[in-house]
């Protein structure tokens, strides 16, 4: 299926993932979806995520991903060729600096935030114990197709 996947690096960072990588990840989450979709990736800065967060979460820090899913109440989406999914936004500091501080591979970070936000944009979340197995379980299989180790997966 011929997704339509647009991404745009705002945060003047250093180890930002190449497009066709974004575009990858995006693709993996999306598969099976019965109709092509359109999203937008964006990168951003600390100040730009945190001023997001809190306008649309009343949270007032950066955070590592936030998903805007498209609102198509009022559009006849049935009529549409590649169906609007939304716009994720994720912060580049924040990537690399979990990575290194949960000793990950930047690579691997960054391609479940891109996982799991589309999955948000899906309908997918976390919010419940119950939703956060699927979810979570749902990643876990996706990111194994890429060689990633199950994210949620503490080892005792």
Same mark, same amino acid.
């Given at each position: 299926? *011929?997704h339509?996947?647009e %991404?745009?690096?705002g945060s003047?960072s250093?180890?930002v993932?190449?497009?066709?990588e974004?575009? !990858?990840?995006?693709?993996?989450?999306?598969?099976?979806?019965p109709q092509a !979709?359109?999203?937008a990736i964006r990168i951003?800065?600390?100040? /730009?995520s945190r001023e $997001? *967060?809190?306008?649309?979460r009343? !949270?007032?820090?950066?955070t *590592?991903?936030?998903s805007?899913?498209?609102d198509l109440s009022?559009?006849?989406?049935?009529? $549409?060729d590649?169906l609007?999914?939304?716009d994720l936004?994720?912060?580049a500091p924040?990537?690399? +600096? /979990?990575?290194?501080?949960?000793? $990950?591979e930047?690579?691997?970070?960054?391609?479940h $935030? %891109?996982?799991h936000?589309v999955?948000?944009?899906l309908g997918?979340?976390h919010?419940t +114990?119950?939703? #956060?197995a699927?979810?979570?379980?749902l990643?876990?299989?996706l990111?194994?197709k890429?060689g990633i #180790?199950d994210?949620y997966? %503490?080892?005792a």
């Amino acid at each position: 299926m *011929n997704h339509a996947i647009e %991404t745009v690096d705002g945060s003047d960072s250093p180890g930002v993932p190449a497009r066709k990588e974004f575009r !990858r990840w995006a693709k993996l989450a999306l598969a099976g979806q019965p109709q092509a !979709r359109q999203l937008a990736i964006r990168i951003v800065g600390r100040e /730009e995520s945190r001023e $997001l *967060n809190q306008r649309y979460r009343d !949270r007032d820090r950066p955070t *590592n991903v936030l998903s805007f899913p498209a609102d198509l109440s009022d559009h006849p989406a049935a009529r $549409l060729d590649v169906l609007p999914l939304g716009d994720l936004v994720i912060c580049a500091p924040l990537v690399l +600096e /979990e990575s290194r501080s949960q000793k $990950l591979e930047a690579s691997h970070h960054w391609a479940h $935030l %891109t996982v799991h936000g589309v999955l948000h944009l899906l309908g997918y979340d976390h919010d419940t +114990e119950e939703r #956060a197995a699927v979810m979570e379980g749902l990643e876990a299989v996706l990111l194994d197709k890429l060689g990633i #180790a199950d994210p949620y997966r %503490t080892e005792a």
